[in-house]
């Protein structure tokens, strides 16, 4: 490492950055925490996660509940929302995923790996499915998602295993999920070779989807689309056949937009 590397960055705000840090503890897990819970969490001292608070609070960015837990507030979601809306990916797919979603009356996704999980960029919803609760933004268990798998079927091994560390497959709530890392190689492989991933009762009990991937410049995956359906509306070989077809045709033609943009 180059020993200008080594240098703190002159410009660092620590007082911003100790805000940034209590705002990064909040996720799909953990959507509210006692001032207590952010001290020991962060390693910021209680004077000054008081203030810290205090000031998010003050601007929006967290909100206190009646029992004084703290959870993101309006102002953070504003700024996630507009982040959403201003990216690329996300305009240049919203036309073919609202067609697609229009043609079919099934729910349509647009989603990219985060470590081990899948961020969902875009949601186009059929109100009949069962994860209603999944929104823009929320994230999902990698391994237990077809956009997931899609994703990872691009790594090596060696990344695979890496990024499920530390990942509790015990917690999966499907009844056909991969229940350890070995169980789940074999499933990555299959969809590598045949360019789709299949989620059959793997996120939830009476839920399927199918994924493609879609690409940018390179020959690796910028993001995944999948078709989401109820296990009483749609079978397998449907979601093979003509749905795999127009979900294959919108990957590309978002493909194009991405490479043209």
Known sequence: MKAEDE???RYRIEALAKGL???RLFDESTTSLKLREICDRTGIPMPTAFRVVATLEEGG???RLPD???RPG???LTLGSAALRGSSLV???E???RALAEELAETVNLGVLRGAEVLYLARIRNADLVTANIQVGSTLPAP??????LLMSYLEESEVRALVTGFDFDRAAGPRAARSVEELLPRLIETRERGFALQDEEVAAGLRSIAVPVFGHDDQPAAAINIAVATTRHTLAELRGPFLDRLRATADEITLRLRAG
């Open 68 to 70: 004084g837990a703290l």
């Open 95 to 97: 036309r073919p995923l």
């Open 21 to 23: 840090d209590v705002l």
């Open 91 to 93: 305009q240049l797919s």
């Open 61 to 63: 960015f967290v909100e």
């Open 144 to 149: 237990l998602t077809s956009m997931g798998k």
């Open 74 to 76: 309006l102002a953070v």
């Open 7 to 9: 240098k703190p960055n």
